[in-house]
């Protein structure tokens, strides 16, 4: 008798634990992209949304809805603000947000007012121009915004102080140029520069690697170099990095998803669950490949640390230009 007894209460408390797993899932799912449509955060969104619904972990559709403003800014503080406890809405940071927070583009609120949840790639920043601009390699385009930096724009998806304006300061002091002189147009999101690019409106455009695979199929655009530490993979293996090239920068750039604050722990953790199976499954993985995104996986406590550290050594970077305290 105690055996039934004892195997019911084993039953009982199993389907209860089996219940609550799957309330913490949220019924209704979006990702928000803190840009316009286009670039990044955009990819960023659209990998999660389509592995998602693939492998089946959601029961219905994640919406991806674009909040542009700040690159990130008016995301981060509508979340926080307005909206800290949805667990369903995911938003898509990369380390150019970790760069804005460094700086206290973000406002009041700092890393610490959200909940860092999984980084799921890694991308490299990239200069590349058009298919028939006059510099073949980096030294070239280099020496010509040395001899005159006027007559070389350079275009990237945020503005002066951001991680495209920082990646070609860092070249151009390298080159023995003062960035200061360079010329910079601003974009809001990472579609706009290549648009502008091809129009033939800027010369150059400082990007990421991810946001360029699409543009380097069609073949109307050539990447000067990437800043990794060694050649990539695969097909982008025949573009040089820059440290091979004389100048040495590296910028990779994690590509990952942050919640609200009063988002409750089981529901953060039914999502950090989520995301290590997710990284897992081969339809994740084909996805990822195709944004020319590379395998960085880190979830939960472990990033957080990771973004903190982040912050602190990009805040020293934005210093060393008289960009933050």
Known sequence: MKKIVRSTLVTALLALSVSAATAAGPTRTECIAPAKPGGGFDLTCKLLQISLQETG?????????????GVGAVTYNAIIAQRPAEAGTLVAFSGGSLLNLSQGKFGRYSENNVRWLAAVGTDYGIVAVRKDAPWKNLSELMEAMKSDPTKVVV????????????????????AGIDPRKMRYVAFEGGGEPVTALLGNHIQVVSGDMSEMVPHLQGGKMRVLAVMSDQRLPGELATIPTAKEQGFNVEWPIIRGYYLGPKVSDDEYQWWEEAFKQLVTTETFQQQRDMRG??????????????VKQQVADYREKAKSFGLAK
């Open 155 to 174: 275009g990237a998806g945020a503005s002066i102080g951001s991680q495209d304006w920082m990646k070609t300061a860092l070249l151009a002091r390298e």
């Open 293 to 306: 995104l590379f395998e960085f996986n880190m979830f939960g406590g472990e990033l957080d640390a990771y």
């Open 57 to 69: 972990q959601i029961t219905s559709p994640m919406r991806v809805t674009y909040m542009p403003g």
